[in-house]
C-alpha cells in the first residue's frame, strides 16, 4: 500500500493506493473508492487509475454558488463540460476565452475576484447577488 499525491492531477490530496500483481497483470484501486485499473506495467496501472478516478469525480454534481454561475452565464460563458473537480467556462466571439474553475461550493476569494474582473461586474452587484441567495436558502 502506497500513498500517491499525483493522482489527482489538481489536487493534492493523498489517496491510499494498493496495487498488486497477478503475474500477467498489474491490478490497482484507491482505498475508499469504487475504481480500478490495469495494466501490463505499475506506470501504466497507476496512469489507468488516474483516468478512471477523473471519471469517477466527473459524477460529482456541480456545487458552485447560483451568483457565480449567473455572472458568468451573463457575461456570455457557457459551462462546457466538468473533469474531475473543475468546470470550463468557455465565451466565444471576436475574443473567445476559457475559465477553468474549481467546482466547489465556496469558491476562494481570489477566484472570485479574477471571475469578476474576467466579466467585468461589479463587486457591489455580486456582493447583493449572493446576498440574495442566501436569504433565498433561508
Known sequence: MVSYPGIMPDTDTEYEVIVTGDGKYFVATC???PVFAQGETREETLDSLREAMALYF??????????????LTDAGFFGVNK??????FRRYGERSE???????PEPADSIIDLI???TGTDPDTFNRMRESAKERQS
Open 98 to 104: 476559457t475559465l477553468i474553475i474549481p467546482n466547489a
Open 116 to 118: 469578476l474582473r474576467t
Open 58 to 71: 466527473d459524477d460529482v454534481p456541480i456545487s458552485l454558488p447560483a451568483p457565480v454561475i449567473k455572472v
Open 83 to 88: 473533469r474531475g473537480r473543475h468546470i470550463r
Open 31 to 33: 482505498t475508499g473508492y
